[in-house]
């Protein structure tokens, strides 16, 4: 099989990984700017020319750009493609490029994996694995083409999914532009309030104190990769702007109960926030129910890797993972996502490096 990547950072990188080892695949990259390190990282068997260079005789072409450029880089890509080449893209908004363009070989995608730092030295081999991949195929999709993808997807170690590009981009306005602006939203507010009168000289908050796991959590995204965030939240404004007004109103909702001091109302909604998180871990993209399993470790080198190897030993797969050192930075708190069914078996696997008790199935605060 050849597959052809345009674009070779984190995701075309991680695209080229994967394809390479679990598919046995040659893949041949475009990148004006990264070649070198894409075949320093091993991502390519090897860099292209050009278009045509790239594509010549390809069974698939992955278009990995940022947002602004997908649909003119998506229109040239098959232009240059075999007749029957599958083309797909991985941009986190799909309406705009399922729009522009008209051709049975293009199918809209969306990969739901990532990673803090971008760039193909951080791409993985295991980046997609487990992973949701959205498809938005159309009327006009080639059936044969869109299975092809749907194996090749599959065979990268993702779960394909297929959507229409509205449902797509107002559920990514709902579960991740929304929580980036949100994200936004809370650093500066806690600046605003916690800036305290600035030292001579500078405009610097000071005095600031010691910062919670729950404004940690909720602010890791904030401010991440501004230039590909712009491009993001202007391609996606309508379904944003809807998505802020809503949240808005439910904001406004809280600020009515606690104006008329209505508790029953508070505790109802605080309960409500916990019954619905937990039914959104439990949806199908998640791959069945999960639980959470939550424990103290040490802060040092490698004890996230234990714990993963650990329960991978096992067979137990880790749906997600978030992590919160401690203030003082000995130790941290490591939560865990796991199959419902396998929490007990994984609270027990992660004893031996717990600093104090493993609970299963708890939330945080």
Not at 44 to 55: K, Y
Not at 301 to 330: C, F, K, M, Q
């Amino acid at each position: 099989m050849n597959i052809a990547v345009v674009g070779v950072g984190l995701i075309g990188g991680s695209v080229g990984l994967a394809a390479r080892s679990r598919l046995q695949a040659t893949v041949r990259g475009l990148d004006v700017a990264g070649g070198e390190r894409a075949l320093a990282a091993g991502a390519v068997d090897r860099m292209a020319e050009d278009l045509p260079d790239a594509l010549r005789d390809a069974d698939a072409a992955f278009v990995c750009v940022p947002v602004g450029a997908l649909a003119e880089v998506v229109r040239d890509v098959l232009a240059a493609a075999p007749a029957g080449c599958v083309v797909t893209d991985v941009g986190s908004t799909k309406r705009g490029v399922v729009r522009a363009i008209d051709d049975e070989r293009f199918v809209g995608g969306h990969p739901l994996a990532g990673a803090e730092a971008a760039g193909v030295e951080h791409a993985r081999e295991d980046l997609f694995e487990q992973a949701g991949w959205y498809l938005t195929p159309t009327a006009t999709t080639s059936g044969i083409l869109l299975q092809r993808l749907h194996r090749i997807i599959t065979g990268l170690g993702a779960r394909p999914v297929a959507v229409d590009a509205d449902t797509h981009d107002r559920v990514m306005a709902a579960v991740s532009h929304l929580p980036h602006v949100i994200a936004n939203v809370l650093v500066a507010q806690a600046t605003s309030v916690l800036r305290g009168p600035p030292a001579e000289g500078s405009g610097r908050a000071r005095g600031v104190p010691v910062i919670g796991p729950s404004f940690r959590d909720a602010t890791r995204v904030a401010g991440a990769h501004p230039r590909l965030w712009r491009e993001i939240y202007a391609a996606n404004a309508d379904a944003l702007g809807e998505a802020i007004d809503a949240a808005v109103a439910r904001l406004q909702e809280a600020r009515a109960a606690l104006a008329g001091g209505d508790v029953e109302a508070l505790g109802a909604w605080q309960a409500a926030a916990g019954e619905d998180r937990r039914a959104l871990l439990e949806a199908a993209l998640a791959g069945g129910p999960l639980r959470e399993v939550r424990l103290a470790v040490p802060n040092r080198p490698g004890v996230v890797a234990e714990l993963a190897l650990s329960l991978g030993r096992a067979g137990v797969n880790i749906a997600d993972l978030a992590l919160s050192p401690s203030p003082d930075g000995t130790t941290g708190e490591v939560a865990l996502w796991v199959p419902a069914a396998r929490a007990g078996e994984a609270a027990a696997l992660c004893v031996p490096l717990a600093l104090g008790p493993v609970r299963s199935g708890e939330d945080p605060e």
